[in-house]
């Protein structure tokens, strides 16, 4: 039975920091690209960072870029995402996913949504 759960959300103000966790189980951790999708009200999901299987390449969304951090443990399961200069616009469910379809970490249509985390919740405001 797969399974992640994600942590680490709250409620920041603008330019603050947040680092979420996502720990995961029943499947091999260490053979799948993995990344982080966000899902914010009366929008679709939006994909935000991936890092392959080794740990060794990461992506990130243009929105985010050089404000965010992905890494992971493969030795731990984890996988994690350090978020700064935290701006309302990142506003979200945050979910952590394996890529399950495809070969591309930055396409989302490479991630099953049955598969994702339920999220943990980065709320940025005032």
């Known amino acids: 039975q797969l399974r992640l759960v994600e942590s680490g959300g709250g409620l920041v103000q603008p330019g603050g920091s947040l680092n979420l966790s996502c720990v995961a189980s029943g499947f091999v951790f260490s053979n799948y690209d993995m990344s982080w999708i966000r899902r914010a009200p009366g929008k679709g999901p939006e994909w935000v960072s991936g890092?392959?299987?080794?740990?060794?390449?990461?992506y990130y969304a243009d929105s985010v870029k050089g404000r965010f951090t992905i890494s992971r443990d493969n030795g731990k399961s984890m996988v994690y995402l350090q978020m700064n200069s935290l701006k309302p616009e990142d506003t979200a469910l945050y979910s952590c996913a394996p890529r399950t379809r495809g070969t591309t970490i930055t396409d989302l249509d490479d991630y099953e949504s049955e598969f994702w985390g339920q999220g943990t919740q980065v709320t940025v405001s005032a």
């Open positions: 890092i392959n299987a080794g740990g060794y390449r990461t």
